[in-house]
């Protein structure tokens, strides 16, 4: 690192614009004042600023070098392009003024950023265009306490790179198109890795190798990656709550022992296709909870046994698992029963309303629906077709949100029935020898049965009989 450093440094000495440049020349406007014209700011305004010296600089690595930048001082950079390669020696907190357009680029040279001091914080910079050459891209720490925290990290052969650092906060950052999303190495250990976004990368989104032990990795979300994560003589992790999605292979792991659960919750991978009927420790208790009953196999030594059915959204989430009908066609003035199935996904007891509409008319709405963490119920509606039309209607229901509830995509549930004339069974409106046909392949069966068609079953009785014809035969021919 000394060498990369004298490198950079060396570099930066170089290309550092002679100091006359970054004083303004004021002009005078119309009315005599005095003002900075816009030319002048773009060309050699000192975008960087020491906030606790109010000392401005060109550059980044200039604001750090400047004997007056103390341990504990902060660096604030004005958006715009920083074609450096930082390295940060001082405990300094290092800000963009905003993620999208703060942007240090490290022109495909080595690290775009490299840490090698204790408790620094980098935040809200885009990093890109680190060495695609091992080891290089955007971030290198070897360091204690840093905070990495909601960058853009980009391209590269690591998008953070972590050598013989502990207590590292690496969250809330979105890292993609670089070959290792993460890579923590040669004793990393009590890092937090926490509710980051880990696209596309073409080997692993995140990787842990030479005895980087006991780091947890919470509640990221690895999507289109090689290998969504991977673990090589490296143990007593925790992955907890983190989203694995369509990578080409969702993990990798090599004489490593990980905890891949804690008692009661796991991570979401998008390949499980296991059922959820039931809830408990050993998942054999009657209920559904949102966790798949059987465990995810990784290998012998690793399982995740509380496999999540839906992609982890935080602590508040209810969602509506099912909505179902007694009938898909319904006859005029007939009664539809309407069954929801709801599932508090979050870790407090909820209470919420839950409104179920006919196309865009209101139905009735539950108020008050007490649902304990992990815990499923059904609603069952009654919906009395008088005064609606004849035609189709979408029956939705809607699960008001909750105090702070992120994922309300599956608040809302719909499906389609028919409100037909009485006697018409396969909803075209006519009745006639097709209905009777379909009443005489159900004829003498009830609820439970193979045979049972709820639709044949007119009169809402659970039972296709002789009642069920007669009403056919009333309305023959009506259409
Ligand atoms: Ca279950
Ligand atoms: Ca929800
Ligand atoms: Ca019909
Ligand atoms: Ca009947």
Known sequence: ??????????????????????????????????????????????????????????????????????????????????????????????????????????????FTVAVVANGVTIRNFTLQNGSTFYPGGSIYVYSKK??????????????????????????????????????????????????????????????????????????????????????????????????????????????????????????????????????????NETGSDGIGDAPYIIDENNRDNYPLMKPYAGLYDIGITSITTSKAVVGQSHNLTIIVKILNYGVNTEIFNLTVYANNTAMQTIENIVLTSRNSATITLTWNTTGFVMGNYSISAYAWPVLGEIDIADNTRCRAVYISILGDINGDTWVNVEDAAILGAAFNSHVGQLSYNPNADINDDEYVNAKDAIILGVHFNNG
């Open 146 to 283: 840093t905070t990495i925290f909601d960058n853009i990290i980009r391209d590269g052969a690591c998008g953070v790179y972590l050598y013989n650092s502990n207590n590292i906060t690496v969250s809330n950052n979105e890292v993609s198109n670089g070959k290792f999303g993460i890579w923590l190495d040669h004793d990393s250990t009590y890092n937090d890795i926490i509710g980051n976004i880990i696209l596309s990368n073409s080997q692993y989104g995140i990787y842990a190798g030479v005895f980087s032990n006991s780091n947890r990795i919470i509640a990221n979300t690895f999507s289109r990656n090689n290998y969504g994560i991977g673990f090589s003589d490296t143990s007593d992790n925790l992955v907890l709550h983190n989203n694995f999605a369509d990578n080409t292979h969702q993990f990798l792991t090599y004489t490593s022992i990980n905890n891949w659960n804690n008692t009661q919750e796991g991570n979401y991978w998008s390949e499980y296709n296991g059922t959820d009927l039931n809830h408990g420790p050993y998942q």
């Open 1 to 110: 690192m000394k060498k990369l450093a004298l490198t950079i440094m060396l570099t930066l000495i170089l290309m550092t614009p002679s100091f006359t440049t970054r004083f303004l020349v004021p002009a005078k406007d119309h009315d005599g004042a005095y003002c900075v014209m816009p030319m002048e700011r773009s060309a050699v305004y000192p975008k960087v600023h020491n906030l606790n010296t109010k000392l401005n600089y060109t550059t980044i690595q200039e604001a750090i070098n400047a004997p007056e930048t103390q341990n504990g001082h902060t660096i604030l950079a004005e958006q715009g392009i920083y074609n450096e390669n930082v390295v940060i020696n001082k405990t300094l907190e290092v800000i963009g003024e905003n993620r999208h357009t703060t942007i240090i680029d490290g022109k495909g040279l080595d």
